[in-house]
Nanobody, 121 residues
Framework: VQLQASGGGLVQPGGSLRLSCAAS????????IGWYRQAPGKQRELVAA???????NYADSVKGRFTISRDNAKNTVYLQMNSLKPEDTAVYYC????????????????WGQGTLVTVSS
């Protein structure tokens, strides 16, 4: 299973970016899928996640500014980031809990390679 993240870049404060993460490979089903971020010198933290049924969970720091969504047919998750702040600067990683076979009930964690988001004037 591979997770390919894209959409990062440099944006001014108050601007917007949209991250995408597409899962490919041996996938029977995906449970929760979401985004984490890690800023320099800090621990990786959950930004937002969405369940297979569409339930969402956001970090307090991004509520009202970020929106997570998923396209199950494409095994893809999106993160729309608005009103970006300098403190949103980090490497953003997608994470998915994937069941690789219909013959197992186990979901395993997979991580994307990370995409850098820099918010600066």
């Amino acid at each position: 299973v591979q997770l390919q993240a894209s959409g990062g870049g440099l944006v001014q404060p108050g601007g917007s970016l949209r991250l995408s993460c597409a899962a490919s490979g041996s996938i029977a089903s995906i449970d929760a899928i979401g985004w984490y971020r890690q800023a320099p010198g800090k621990q990786r933290e959950l930004v937002a996640a969405i369940s297979s049924r569409g339930s969402t969970n956001y970090a307090d720091s991004v509520k009202g500014r970020f929106t997570i969504s998923r396209d199950n047919a494409k095994n893809t998750v999106y993160l729309q980031m608005n009103s970006l702040k300098p403190e949103d600067t980090a490497v953003y990683y997608c994470n998915a809990k994937v069941r690789i076979s219909i013959w197992t009930m186990t979901y395993d964690d997979y991580w994307g390679q990370g995409t850098l988001v820099t918010v600066s004037s």
